[in-house]
């Protein structure tokens, strides 16, 4: 019986060099390693709690090949592997994953390969927030990685806020928050811009703000009056009427929340003030002069 367990321990277990322990329990560790590949068993659980709390989050195992024993105490004491990203609100997701190839000498092409096949959206699947990146996986397992981390955190985000989690109503929620996004001067000033959108779109007016044109790789790039002429995407809403199809970066918990929770106006324009807060107003003749007010 000894011998039996003995021999087991010292049995080999074959890992890659860097795994991901996600938050939970023991069990639910040696799960995620068993669906990664790694030959571990249930049992594993019990020795691993007497050797100690496994690290959370992407760790760096010394060999591919070692006895079970060792890489179960591996996993308590290995260090982490990671780097750390930040992806802000109202960034795009191709300028995300250029930032992402050029950290960590990545293949920008096979991170976006891999993004198109596995994301819900064509934007706005990622969270912004601060990411601890492991340093050696592939590309796809990166972005396999980094949309289901967010997926549970929309998620969570949509149950907060009472809304379905389904595709398409989620999508929409989804796509005006990046408007809003794009297009407010502030977080204060968001509840407005919802506001304005609404608005617009109950009278058949075309939205015409700026902020749709900065997608994908336009994301820092001046809309210029040539650009709102040549530019013919879904995006344009110069020239098309409502939201665009698609999300137009990738939105914070703000966002989200003003795009449910609009202000209470009849504002159906508003511009850019020198003190850089927007102006807001319901009729174009008064439109008309607080633009002129703004240029002086």
Known sequence: MIFSF????????????????????????????????????FFDAFILRLLGAPQQGWISIKEEKMSRIAYLYQLTTAKAA?????????????????????????DVTLLQKA???????KEG???PETYSIPNEPNEEKLIVHLLHESDK???????????PFEKEKWLQIVTKAS????????????????????????????LQMDGTLNYGEYSHQ?????????????????????LPTDPVCNVSKEA?????????????????????????????????????NATK
């Not at 802000?88 to 994953?97: M, R």
């Not at 408007?179 to 058949?204: H, L, T, Y």
Request: zero cysteines.
């Open 6 to 41: 003995m021999t087991y321990l010292f049995s080999t277990v074959t890992s890659p060099k860097i795994v991901y322990i996600p938050q939970g329990s023991v069990f639910k560790s040696i799960a995620h390693l068993q669906s990664e590949g790694v030959n571990l068993h």
């Open 82 to 106: 990671t780097r750390q990203i930040t992806l802000i609100p109202g960034e795009t997701t191709a300028v995300f994953l250029k930032q992402i190839a050029d950290a960590l000498s990545m």
């Open 115 to 121: 993004y198109d096949q596995h994301a819900t959206y």
């Open 125 to 127: 699947n990622f969270v």
């Open 153 to 163: 955190k929309m998620k969570s985000l949509a149950n907060e806020y009472h809304q």
């Open 179 to 206: 408007v809003i996004q794009k297009e407010a001067a502030s977080e204060s000033d968001m509840p407005f811009v919802s506001s304005v959108i609404d608005n617009r779109i109950k009278k058949g007016m075309r």
């Open 222 to 242: 001046k809309v210029t009056a040539r650009r709102i002429r040549t530019d013919k995407t879904p995006y344009n809403t110069y020239k098309n009427k409502g």
């Open 256 to 292: 989200i929340h003003a795009a449910l929770n609009p202000a209470h106006t009849d504002y159906l324009y508003f511009v850019r003030g020198k003190n850089g807060e927007h102006i807001y107003s319901s009729y174009f003749s008064t439109h008309h002069k607080n633009i002129v």
